[in-house]
C-alpha cells in the first residue's frame, strides 16, 4: 500500500468518525506520513541502540532502539527490530543504557517581544533569588558596559518583588543614567521602570488618568515615580528606536539555542509584531531555525484594541514564515498589578479588575479569527480571564463541531471549577506553566497576599483539572521565566522548590506524577502547537525528535530531576546539540 493511499485511507476513517481535523500531505510540516510495512525494507540513515527509550506513545511506551530515515523514525523497537533497517552505511550510535524521550515543547516564549530588549542587559530574575543589591550591582555592570552609540538604554528581567517603591522611581535612575532615555522592563512583561528622559521623549506626563488597564506608580502628590504598568508601557515602546533586524535575529537565535541545549524542539513565539517578522523570515531562509516554530502574531497588547484581520493576514501573507498562522490575545495583565479578572475578587475589596476586550467583541474576533483559519492563543492568568475567553470560545466552536484550530489558553494559573467541564468539553488546552508550581518569591510575595486564601490554595491545581479530563501542556513564557524545563517539572511532582527541600511546599495537594509531566512536556504541548501529528511522541513517521539525558527519570528521586542536563538534542534526526 502506497504511502498516499495511507493516508487517504487514514483520512476516510477520520470523517467517517466525524473529525474534520485532518491535514494534507502538502503540510509538511503538519502532516507525518504513514509507516507501512514496506518501509521496514529501506535502510536507515542512523540508528540508536541498546537505550532505554521512553516513548511517551502508548501503544508502546518503552523502546531498546529507534532507526532513523530521512528525518524521521522508521522503526522503534528491540536491538532485533532495528537490525532489519541497518545496512553499511548505516551509523549506529550507542546509547550504553543511556536515557531518551521525545524532544520537549515549549508552546510559550517570547522571542520577539522580550529578548531583543535582553539583547545588551539582561537582568537576574527570581529563579536566580536575587536582592535588590544584587539587581542594582548587575544594573550598574550592565550601565558599564552598555554601548555608547545606542540612543536609549534598555534592558530586561529585574524582579519587581524583591524591589522597594524607593528604589523603582525615575530619581533613583535618573542618577544611574542621566544623560539617555532609560527603559528597564520587569522579568514578567507587565511593568517598566522608567527615567525622566524616557518620560520626557515619550510625551508621559503626571496628568495622564490611570485606568485598570493603563496606569504608573504615583508620588504622593499624584506625580509618576517611575514604574508603568501593563498598556501604560506602550508609549514607551513607541518612542524607542526601532531594532533592526540583524540584532532581533542574534536575540531569537540565542534563546532558540539556549532551549536547544534544554532538549526542546518545538515552541511557540508567544508575541510577534510585524517589524519582527523579516528577522524570522531571514532565520527560515537561511535554514538556522532547528527546531519546530510556530509564530502568534499580535491580536492586542494590554488594551482592547485589536489588529484587523485583514492585516494579520496580510503580514502573514507578505512573509515566508515557519509553522501555521497563529495570534496571541491578552485577555488580561497580572494578579499582582491588579489586572487580571477573579471570580471571587482580590483579597482587598477595592481592588478590582475586568477582562481587557468585552464580551461581544472578543466572541466576533474569535470567529473571524477561526475564519480566516488562525489559531488562538489567549494570555489569562485569573480564573475571570480564563472564564471570559471560554465564553469567547463557546460559541465558534460549537458552530464548527469541534476545536478544530487548537484554540488554547496560556497561564491559567487560576481556572474555577465551576468551568472544568467546559474546558473539557470544548477541548480546549490550558498550561500548567510549570515553573510557577514552585514557591517562588513571585509567588509567595507577590501573588499570594493579592488573594483571598481560599483563592491561594487552588492556584495551579494541576490534580484537580488533570482528573477532571482538562488537557494540560508545559509553557515557560521564558525568558519572562526560568528556561529550565527540568526545574518545571520536579516543581510540577513535588509542588517545593528544587534543590530547597527546607522550603515550604506550595499546594501539595495539586501534584502530577512524573508520566502526567512527561506527557504535559511533550505530546501535550505538541497537541496545543498542532504538531503532536510530527512530533511529541517516538513513534514510526513522526520526525526524529528525540533527547538523550544524563540518567534516567523513572530511576531518580523527583528531587532530583532538577539536575538533570541534557547530552544529546535530535531534531529531524540531526543533532543539532550536543553537550561538551
Request: charged share 20%; net charge negative.
Amino acid at each position: 500500500m502506497s504511502i498516499r493511499l495511507s493516508f487517504a485511507l487514514a483520512t476516510m476513517f477520520l470523517i467517517a468518525c466525524g473529525s474534520t481535523e485532518v491535514e494534507t500531505p502538502s503540510l509538511a510540516e503538519e502532516a507525518a506520513p504513514v509507516a507501512t510495512v514496506e518501509a521496514r525494507s529501506e535502510v536507515a540513515d542512523s540508528v540508536y541502540t541498546n537505550g532505554r527509550i521512553y516513548t511517551v506513545n502508548e501503544a508502546q511506551p518503552w523502546a531498546e532502539a529507534v532507526a532513523i530515515k530521512d528525518g524521521r523514525f522508521l522503526v522503534v523497537g528491540s536491538n532485533a527490530d532495528i537490525e532489519t533497517v541497518t545496512g553499511e552505511s548505516t551509523e549506529v550510535i550507542e546509547l550504553a543504557g543511556a536515557f531518551a524521550m521525545p524532544g520537549l515543547g515549549d508552546p510559550h516564549m517570547h522571542h520577539s517581544m522580550i529578548m531583543p530588549r535582553r539583547a545588551f542587559c539582561g537582568l537576574p530574575g527570581t529563579f536566580h533569588e536575587p536582592t535588590e543589591q544584587d539587581t542594582l550591582a548587575a544594573l550598574e555592570e550592565c550601565i558599564a558596559n552598555h554601548p555608547k552609540d545606542r540612543e536609549w538604554f534598555v534592558a530586561q528581567g529585574f524582579s519587581s518583588p524583591v524591589m522597594s517603591s524607593e528604589t523603582l522611581t525615575r530619581e533613583t535612575l535618573d542618577r544611574l543614567i542621566p544623560d539617555k532615555p532609560a527603559y528597564i522592563e520587569d522579568e514578567s512583561g507587565h511593568n517598566v521602570w522608567f527615567n525622566t528622559p524616557a518620560m520626557e521623549a515619550a510625551g508621559v506626563t503626571q496628568d495622564m488618568e490611570d485606568t485598570p488597564e493603563f496606569f504608573f506608580s504615583r508620588t504622593e502628590d499624584g506625580g509618576l515615580a517611575g514604574v508603568a504598568y501593563e498598556a501604560a508601557m506602550n508609549p514607551f515602546i513607541a518612542a524607542m528606536p526601532p531594532i533592526d533586524t540583524e540584532i532581533k535575529k542574534i536575540s531569537y537565535l540565542k534563546l532558540h539555542d539556549e532551549a536547544l541545549s534544554k532538549g526542546i524542539t518545538a515552541v511557540g513565539d508567544g508575541y510577534v509584531f510585524e517589524p519582527d517578522l523579516q528577522a524570522w523570515q531571514e532565520l527560515k531562509l537561511e535554514g538556522r531555525l532547528n527546531q519546530h516554530i510556530v509564530l502568534y502574531l499580535k491580536g492586542n497588547l494590554g488594551t482592547a484594541e485589536l489588529t484587523p484581520v485583514e492585516t494579520l493576514l496580510q503580514w502573514w501573507n507578505d512573509h515566508d514564515l515557519p509553522g501555521h498562522m497563529g495570534v496571541k490575545i491578552g485577555m488580561g495583565g497580572a494578579i499582582e498589578s491588579v489586572s487580571e479578572a477573579l471570580v471571587d475578587g482580590y483579597a482587598d475589596p477595592k481592588n478590582s479588575a475586568r477582562p481587557i476586550i468585552d464580551a461581544e467583541t472578543f466572541a466576533n474576533y474569535v470567529a473571524q479569527l477561526d475564519e480566516a483559519g488562525f489559531q488562538i492563543k489567549v494570555h489569562a492568568i485569573g480564573d475571570g480571564s480564563v472564564r471570559a475567553t471560554l465564553d469567547g470560545y463557546e460559541n465558534t466552536i460549537a458552530k464548527n463541531g469541534n476545536n478544530r484550530l487548537r484554540h488554547h489558553i496560556d497561564h491559567a494559573s487560576l481556572i474555577h471549577a465551576d468551568d472544568f467541564q467546559r474546558i473539557v468539553d470544548l477541548d480546549v488546552a490550558c498550561s500548567i506553566w510549570p515553573p510557577l508550581n514552585a514557591p517562588v518569591a513571585y509567588n509567595i510575595k507577590g501573588i499570594k497576599p493579592m488573594l483571598k486564601p481560599e483563592t491561594w490554595d487552588r492556584m495551579y491545581d494541576n490534580r484537580a483539572r488533570w482528573d477532571a479530563g482538562i488537557r494540560l501542556y508545559n509553557h515557560s513564557d521564558a525568558p519572562a521565566a526560568v528556561l529550565w524545563p527540568w526545574f518545571g517539572m520536579e516543581a510540577t511532582i513535588t509542588r517545593g522548590f528544587p534543590g530547597k527541600p527546607d522550603v515550604e511546599k506550595m499546594g501539595p495537594q495539586h501534584a502530577l506524577t512524573l508520566e502526567e509531566t512527561i506527557i504535559a512536556h511533550t505530546i501535550n504541548a505538541a497537541w496545543s502547537l498542532r504538531l503532536d501529528a510530527v512530533t511529541g511522541s517516538i513513534e514510526p513517521g513522526k520526525f526524529a525528535d528525540m533527547i538523550i539525558l544524563n540518567h534516567d527519570l523513572f530511576e531518580i528521586k523527583p528531587t532530583a530531576i532538577h539536575d538533570t542536563s541534557v547530552q544529546k538534542t535530535i531534531f529531524k534526526g540531526r543533532v543539532v546539540y550536543q553537550a561538551e
